[in-house]
């Protein structure tokens, strides 16, 4: 943990505000192009990505790089990129710290006119999240959170539900075809309701404020889904973990799919034992 006294800035304070302001730039951009939105593509059968995609992507990377030509970074739309010295020479090896960036996850519900997506920062150093911010330009919302600072909702502390009973859960749940019909009953017999929101890093971040309960999604999450949100998750009090108990972040793994479970933790153990 660090230490504050006088004089004494917390830690990532610049970075922190840095992405703040980034994110909320880019949910302007979002939100003035929705009725405009240029052009559709399928990245596979069942993803698209906009022309908004690409320019609050653009926005964003242009953004971080100026501000942090050390950091390398990594976003949905580009892939990975190394770091750019203030010279403009590219570094070879890999950088000690990485943006990594959603610039706008819910784009199925942003392209069918649903108001459910968000924009995602978080910087990643040593494997580990230290800056985390989701930006819901619809609400105007934006969580935060520092590796060693609490969870915030627009500048105010949240903590997650503190519900005794697992009966009253209401949980943000995707299950892949091969947990549907395994663990979609045994999940709807133990909770209140499930709902599936459409955006991954806003659902896992709502769990820090408790509108969600617990987020439970079984494939098909990538670092830059839950980077920033997870890290807001875990500082806000949840327990945020893979499935198969890794830390929610692993660099190391790439672009691999995998899910992730996030509760208090007075539940987590049954919820992961119900999903399976």
Same mark, same amino acid.
């Given at each position: 943990m660090s230490s504050s006294g006088p004089g004494r800035a917390e830690p990532y304070t610049v970075e922190l505000a840095a992405a703040t302001e980034i994110a909320v730039r880019a949910g302007r951009l979002i939100l003035e192009r929705a009725d405009r939105i240029e052009r559709i593509d399928y990245k596979g059968a069942r993803d698209v990505v906009t022309d908004v995609d690409h320019r609050s992507e653009a926005l964003i990377l242009e953004e971080l790089r100026r501000r942090f030509p050390d950091d390398a970074q990594l976003a949905e739309e580009s892939g990975l990129a190394a770091p750019v010295a203030a010279g403009g020479t590219d570094h070879t090896g890999s950088a000690e710290r990485t943006w990594v960036?959603? *610039?706008?996850?819910?784009? /199925?519900?942003?392209?069918?006119?649903? %108001?459910?997506?968000? $924009? #995602? /920062?978080?910087? $990643?150093?040593?494997?580990? *999240?230290?800056? =985390?911010?989701?930006?819901? %330009? $619809?609400? =105007?919302?934006?969580? #935060?959170?520092?590796?060693? =600072? *609490?969870?915030?909702?627009? =500048?105010? *502390?949240? $903590? %997650? #539900? #503190?519900? %005794?009973?697992?009966?009253?859960?209401?949980i943000a749940l995707t299950l892949d075809r091969n947990r549907l019909a395994s663990a979609g009953p045994a999940l709807a017999d133990a909770t209140r309701v499930q709902r599936r929101l459409g955006s991954s890093a806003l659902a896992l971040a709502w769990v820090g404020c408790g509108r969600f309960d617990a987020f439970v999604q079984t494939g098909n999450l990538s670092a830059w889904d839950v980077a920033a949100a997870g890290l807001i998750a875990e500082r806000a009090g949840a327990q945020v973990r893979r499935l198969d108990g890794g830390p929610y972040l692993d660099m190391s793994l790439g672009t691999s799919r995998y899910g992730v479970l996030a509760a208090p933790e007075r539940h987590f153990a049954e919820l992961r034992r119900l999903v399976g």
């Open positions: 960036v959603d *610039p706008l996850d819910g784009t /199925i519900n942003y392209a069918n006119r649903i %108001p459910i997506y968000c $924009v #995602s /920062i978080a910087l $990643v150093a040593a494997d580990r *999240p230290v800056v =985390g911010v989701v930006h819901d %330009p $619809v609400r =105007g919302e934006t969580f #935060s959170a520092t590796a060693d =600072g *609490p969870a915030r909702l627009n =500048g105010l *502390p949240i $903590v %997650p #539900s #503190s519900k %005794p009973v697992l009966l009253d859960f209401v």
